[in-house]
RNA sequence: GGCGCGUUGGUCAAGCGGUUAAGACACCGCCCUUUCACGGCGGUAACACGAGUUCAAAUCUCGUACGCGUCACCA
């Protein structure tokens, strides 16, 4: 059988990074397949529409590397591919599906209250009356009055289904709904609109999220009403987020950026997030791998990979993940997009590709950039505590000490000279000669240029990047508060 | 509340009747080191609970608890 999958999401201008899974792994598995993935747009909710929402979800598939093969924006021989464009296609099988005796048209006002007196039962705002309007009398009424198809459930029975990932799955009857099909406002469902078109558009497997498996029972039975078969259901389990508070809940705006372009847009790196949600909720069998292209995923995605219980979505483990991928980045390509992030370069422009080089094994975000070259910028407040180090055995003391010397030496260094490697040549000549401990002796020379504990590079690297003149005058600067 | 789905360390997870219960992130320690990071080595830490079935249960069954979902003219 062709293997033809689906991601048909409504149009609401925001991608989170579970939608985004849930389309990935629909891409994988039909990819995995040598099937075809396809984009539908779900917009049967007028009171949803957001402007610009199509572009959105066509810009962010294309981020992330989901390249649908078929659908909005592609084309192909099932379309249209946009619901709201697929009006006359629903309308017409909903009245097949009236004369089939499966739907019947409810002329009940959007609240029918329980003051009916012919109501046999209510049920969430309708009642069943309307199932028994013999069918002239309800076509009649359908030409001059408004109403909503419903489905006409068995009233005993269960109806169950196969979900990939969960096995059977079974389900009374009696619980299930005489659910509309049709609104009033002409209009399907999502509950309608998916199987036509889940049917029409040949959908060998439907993944979605785990709140539509109490749905499924539904669509069953409508494909059972049409004769149709059932595609395969893949009932995909959610993404959690993590508040501040701690709280695990269903991942929304709450818990931070959550979006596929929030992310990027803090500084991971599309892959790397399509990486890391990959393995929330998947992992390839057999294997331990972590770092995926997204062919090696497709080459080891299968369905049995795939996780039965909801996963929490971890910064920490996406910063690693983010970490890896930086580091395996071309330096070119590396220094182009932490320019970016930058910001206003200002006297660093000439430096910057040193700097970005020390950046990049050490980054876990490329918004972090601005924080982590502001020393280099601006002088920091200069702050005695900074020069104590427990692992070095360095103190105060030992700056006062050693640091004019330093200051001595460097001051006949040539400005042609100025450069990491002759630098530390010289610098370590120096401490050998006096007998320092290197690690010792390097420290207070690099906190009397940083004034910050933790910096990009190491003391011959920040003086390299900052210039004789300013680092001579940062380090008078420094030994001058020291000696306050 | 009814119905459905789920439950292995803090997090992601392997496991498919017999295992010293993998691995990764995070955390801690050590080594390396021109700080931090990178890299290397090691450590702490888990089968929700209770009954069965079985010679043997994290694995099978049933209950309980907890979590999530659903019960829209939203998807």
Aim: charged share 30%; net charge negative.
């Amino acid at each position: 059988m062709k293997v033809r999958t689906r991601f048909a999401p409504s149009p609401t201008g925001y991608m989170h990074i579970g939608n985004l899974r849930t389309a990935l792994y629909a891409y994988l598995f039909a990819k995995k397949n040598n099937g075809t993935f396809i984009l539908r747009i779900e917009d049967t909710d007028q009171k949803r529409y957001v402007a610009d929402a199509v572009d959105f979800i066509k810009r962010t598939l294309k981020a992330a590397n989901i390249i649908p093969d078929e659908g909005v924006g592609v084309g192909g021989d099932y379309g249209p591919y946009i619901q709201s464009e697929r009006t006359d296609i629903y309308k017409k099988y909903a009245m097949k599906l009236i004369e089939l005796g499966a739907a019947y048209p409810c002329f009940c006002g959007e609240k029918a209250e329980n003051e009916d007196a012919n109501a046999e039962k209510n049920f969430g705002g309708y009642n069943r009356a309307c199932r028994n309007i013999p069918m002239d009398e309800a076509k009649k009424r359908m030409e001059t009055e408004p109403f909503v198809v419903r489905q006409k459930m068995p009233l005993e029975g269960e109806t169950s289904f196969i979900d990939e990932l969960h096995g059977a799955v079974t389900f009374k009857n009696e619980e299930l709904e005489d659910q509309v099909l049709l609104k009033r406002d002409g209009m399907p469902t999502y509950n309608f609109a998916n199987v036509i078109d889940d049917h029409l558009m040949e959908i060998s497997h439907v993944m979605r999220g785990t709140e539509f498996i109490t749905s499924t029972p539904k669509h069953i039975l409508l494909y059972k009403a049409f004769g149709w078969e059932p595609p395969a259901f893949i009932h995909l389990s959610p993404v959690m987020g993590k508040a501040e508070d701690g709280s695990i809940s269903k991942l929304s705006k709450r818990h931070g950026a959550t979006s596929f372009e929030d992310l990027v847009n803090l500084g991971y790196l599309p892959e790397a997030v399509t990486n890391y949600v990959a393995l929330l909720g998947w992992n390839p069998k057999n294997s331990t791998q972590e770092v995926f292209s997204m062919k090696e995923l497709t080459e080891a995605f299968s369905l049995d990979g795939l996780s039965k219980s909801s996963s929490v979505f971890d910064y920490e483990k996406l910063n690693w993940m983010n970490g890896e991928y930086l580091k395996a980045m071309e330096d070119e390509e590396f220094l182009t997009l932490a320019k970016k992030f930058a910001g206003d370069l200002g006297n660093l422009e000439n430096s910057f590709d040193k700097i970005a080089m020390l950046l990049k094994t050490r980054l876990k975000r490329l918004d972090e950039i601005p924080a982590e070259i502001a020393f280099l910028k601006e002088f920091l407040p200069f702050d005695e505590n900074l020069y104590t180090n427990k692992r070095n055995k360095v103190n105060p003391d030992f700056a006062r000490e050693i640091l004019p010397e330093v200051l001595t030496l460097l001051e006949s260094i040539d400005e042609t000279d100025w450069e990491n490697a002759k630098l530390y040549e010289k610098l370590n000549a120096f401490i050998e000669e006096k007998g320092y401990k290197k690690g010792a002796a390097l420290w207070p020379i690099r906190i009397s240029v940083a004034n910050k504990s933790v910096t990009p590079g190491g003391a011959t690297e920040i003086l390299d990047i900052l210039g004789k003149a300013e680092s001579i005058r940062r380090m008078k600067e420094s030994i001058a508060n020291l000696s306050k």
